[in-house]
């Protein structure tokens, strides 16, 4: 049977070509807003985060109406380190919107998103974005377009897919550059021609595939999929089992189930082949997952997520001034909050170290982890994190493998030569080197993922903040050697207790201090970065002897340089390995793993084989 009243549709694209705002868009232009109601933009980016930061972390569900067909909508991430989200998702869908920008064209992430898309066979339609740009060249960027679908050995069928040309900020969309620009309606028309509807058989046994898993405090996890044979009904018995995992049978009972209209879960009492469901009550429910009718359990295969490729130590914060901020500061505070996030979370590791107030978590890359550090300080925890660290494996041959990016730079010629010496240093091999768009160059590399930890910072001083830097996974290849990270030393505290301008004035000759007056410090506290290669202490509680001579007064006549005032992003990069970074909800502070200066320096020569 064909359910000619339902589409499935993703939204993919490389991150800040619009899927976010297409989104918008159709929820708008479909009614699901009453008239005049207020409506933020970006509304599908719910967490605090991904407004912030304009970019979308987890897929979200939504769901339209259109002249009696209801469009199931998936908006998915364009960054690669949520690169797991995109995978899943596809599963449930029939076809997926590519966006591209029509200005920057096919992009890495394009790349990486459009072949998960034809390895699963699904009809594609080519949205070309911000056609209303000044410096738009759309009917390049078709072109563009074409070409890698052909690199990426599209079907004939695939090659005939159809292009559309949009301004999600305007809500237009036409297919014909001259056709007048009035609302969605060309886009939504050819969605209902052009995606497949789904199909299934109503009498069979009922599947549905977990592709998300979301989470509540009041109802646990909640499993969300498509239902592909069968009918799902309350109170129905089910089965849970896994394609992957053959020990998995476990009876479970339906007590809730939800469909998505509109930005809204809706309660519904059954459900059929096509529609995609969240159903809730299962506590054991995992992505992968299928629940199936106990007479015949049939899994469906499932797409493995890839693997993490970058691991960070998180451990209770054990400073002099531990506790003083964070509502959550013990290790079963933090153990229970990790574990907690792979409820929603599928490309994450947690695993419990040998040190019980040590947890090992592993995600995609630095952004996947940052993102996690930021959300549980703004939930009040406390602890402190080493610098991140690549996953590496051994082949067959007992030889030490390490995970590899290819790395695309459009920089202004003028900078080329600086990113291409400092790739190299990494480790990275240039690929290939052309022009991009807008009198840009640009660089491909292959490089270890380690050669780019504490790399983005760096690259964006060097490039004036003109840069733009893109990475998508490439595998494991053999070890590449030892890289040198940092090349300037700390500024570390001598003493504890609070600093004074008499003793930073003379720190801050030595290199760029991270605090200002007044702010408390402790031994062992990295308080700026000195321009030469090895570490320094220094004394900034230090104030001026009092003579006859010489009143306090004059302390006022001292200035201060203003203090580098670093994201979390920038004390992720800058610490090295024998470095912490202190997180609690009201400040961030880079230590030394060991406080004590006379046990650093044995720990030190140790180390040095000496």
Known sequence: MIREDVRNIAIIAHVDHGKTTLVDELLKQSGVFRAHQEVQERVMDSNDIERERGITILAKNTAVTYKDTKINIIDTPGHADFGGE??????????VILVVDAFEGPMPQT????????????????CVNKVDRPEARPDEVVDEVLELLMDLNASDEQLECPFIFASAKAGFAVKDLEDPKVNMVPLFETIIDHIPAPQGDPEAPLQILVSTIDYNEYVGRIGVGKVDNGVVKVNQECLLVNAHDEDKRKRVKISKLYEFDGLNKVEVASAQIGSIVAISGIADIHIGDTLCSPENPEPIPFQKISEPTIAMQFMVNDSPLAGQEGKFVTSRHLRDRLFRELN????????????????????????HLSVLIENMRREGYEFAVSKAEVLTKRDERNRLLEPMELV????????????????????????????????????????????????????????KGNGIMNTIFDGYDLY???????KQGSIIAFEGGEAVTYGLFNAQERGTLFIGAGEKVYAGMVIGQTGKTEDVEVNVCKTKHLS????????????????KIMSLEECLDFIDTDELLEVTPKTLRIRKKILDPTMRKRAAFRSSGK
């Open 111 to 126: 790349k990486f998103v459009l072949r998960k898309a034809l390895e699963l066979d699904l009809s594609v339609i080519v």
């Open 344 to 367: 929603t979370d599928v490309s994450l590791r947690v695993e419990e170290t040998e040190n019980t107030d040590s947890f090992k978590v592993s995600g995609r890359g630095e952004l």
């Open 548 to 563: 006859n001579t010489r009143a306090s007064g004059s302390d006022d006549a001292l200035r201060l340089v203003t203090p």
């Open 480 to 486: 590449k050697g030892d890289i040198q990270y940092r």
């Open 408 to 463: 695309y730079v459009d920089v202004p010629e003028e900078f080329s030569g600086t990113v291409i010496q400092k790739l190299s240093s990494r480790k990275g091999e240039l690929q290939g080197m052309g022009s991009a768009q807008g009198g840009y160059t640009r660089l491909e590399f292959s490089i270890p993922s380690r050669g780019l930890i504490g790399y983005r910072g760096e690259f964006m001083t060097d490039t």
């Open 86 to 95: 995109v995978e899943r998702v596809l599963k449930m869908v029939n076809g």
